[in-house]
């Protein structure tokens, strides 16, 4: 049995139970299978009774779909005959016959000595002859531009950096910058094209990113999902680590979904984008600020014209000034009191990993080490997370080897106040690490 393909099944079973209204592509892009990977094992789970472990493994398990015997060919006179009905249409036929009337006049055409041949009886046998004898030509992949529903007003933010081109270093205070002294950060609203957050600064990290979010949550509340593109300082872990980022973490434990864009789709996070080309097109390169100060006035006073008088020609808008379109805006849940600080491994919860036990004996996750037993060295093992009891169960072949406390987690609640500072000491620590282990490699 194939592991890889075993954690796969397993976390598509998991996947659906905690996302049934995605459809079977996103499920694909998550896991890195194809769509008919997908459709195929969609089939074979839905009927596994919610809980029923043991049928979940047995159905996961899988079974061989190799063939016994290899299929016979196609004789060189039969791909002749079809060619040539390709090629001058027989009967007064008046247009290029395709795979399903080539299937017609096949067995028309055969002589006596050819009638004991085997005959394909599949259109797709017929096409995949005439594609590779080059009578019909490839095609090119379309791509159909996802549509972009407004959801409720407040609801789902867009987050991005945008840099301040024309800022300096600082010559009494240097940052040691060659390009990006400055940058802003901003927060647009989907439903609203409301510019709800920008602060401008020199110091971006993980760490004062995710503290900046945090004021903006404070002042507005919790909403629904956030998209975010692949900053490292969003997204960014420790080579090696398991588990997301620290602000990742963040937002699940306030109950958002983080939307992470896939590489090179910078459409998905569209409404940022759009605004931080009119952002530097009407403020920066007009103001041209060329200090911290400078900028962080400019795009205050951007902010303000951008909601409050600049017409914009979204269709949520329809040019008139978001906040003149949307002057009653219903206020977002406040953040919660009591925040529970390891609340983000429940998305993991079920989740199979897939690990090679090593010489000693060991298995890693999240750059934490677990014993297996050392006879099992070379072998591969799948890591399931129990998230409720904080534990790891290990498995071989479908069997339960041993169960072993997750390391690195304390669990209990705190106050929201208590909890970013938490969460913001959690991404220096994770910057860091990741930040010694490119010195490392540049080193070595």
């Not at 004898?133 to 959801?151: N, Y």
Request: hydrophobic letters at 35%; charged letters at 25%; a positive charge.
């Amino acid at each position: 049995m194939n592991t890889s393909y075993y954690a796969d099944r397993i976390n598509l079973y998991f996947l659906i139970q905690q996302h049934p209204d995605w459809s079977h592509q996103e499920y694909a892009d998550a896991l890195h299978r194809s769509k008919s990977w997908v459709d195929k094992w969609c089939l074979r789970l839905q009927h596994v009774s919610t809980g029923d472990l043991e049928a979940l493994h047995q159905i996961a398990l899988g079974q061989s779909r190799a063939r016994q015997h290899p299929p016979e060919r196609i004789a060189p006179e039969i791909e002749a005959e079809i060619l040539a009905i390709r090629d001058e249409p027989p009967e007064g036929l008046r247009r290029i016959p395709g795979p399903k009337a080539i299937l017609y006049y096949l067995p028309r055409r055969l002589t006596l000595w050819q009638s004991h041949l085997r005959l394909p009886t599949s259109t797709r046998t017929v096409y995949e002859i005439l594609k590779r004898k080059q009578r019909i030509a490839a095609r090119p992949p379309r791509s159909h531009p996802p549509d972009l529903p407004r959801p409720t007003p407040l609801s789902c933010w867009q987050i991005d950096f945008k840099d301040v081109s024309t800022v300096e270093d600082d010559p009494v205070e240097p940052t040691g910058k060659r390009q990006h002294v400055a940058e802003a950060f901003n927060i647009v609203d989907e439903g609203t094209s409301i510019l709800l957050w920008s602060e401008v600064r020199t110091d971006f990290t993980a760490e004062t990113l995710l503290a900046s979010l945090a004021q903006a949550i404070e002042r507005y509340g919790v909403p629904r999902r956030i998209m975010l593109d692949r900053d490292p300082r969003s997204v960014g872990a420790p080579q090696g680590s398991d588990f997301p980022s620290a602000l990742l973490r963040f937002g699940a434990c306030l109950g958002i979904e983080m939307h992470v864009c896939p590489p090179r789709h910078p459409q998905d996070n569209g409404f940022v984008e759009r605004y931080h080309r009119t952002y530097q097109q009407e403020c920066v390169s007009v103001e041209r600020p060329s200090t911290l100060e400078q900028a962080r006035t400019a795009t205050q006073a951007f902010r303000d014209h951008y909601n409050a008088e600049r017409p914009n020609q979204a269709r949520s808008c329809e040019n008139r000034p978001p906040l003149v379109a949307f002057p009653d805006l219903a206020p977002l849940p406040r953040p919660p009191k009591q925040v529970e600080v390891d609340g983000w491994l429940k998305q993991f919860e079920g989740f199979h990993v897939e690990r090679k036990v090593d010489a000693h004996g060991q298995v890693h996750l999240d750059l934490r080490g677990y014993y297996v037993d050392v006879h099992r060295a070379g072998q591969r093992v799948t890591l399931q997370i129990e998230a409720a009891s904080r534990s790891l169960l290990i498995w071989h072949e479908g069997s339960l080897l041993k169960t072993v406390p997750l390391r690195g987690f304390s669990g209990g609640s705190c106050s929201f106040a208590r909890f970013v500072e938490y969460m913001v000491q959690q991404a220096r620590a994770l910057h860091r690490l990741r930040s010694l282990q490119e010195r490392t490699k540049r080193v070595s």
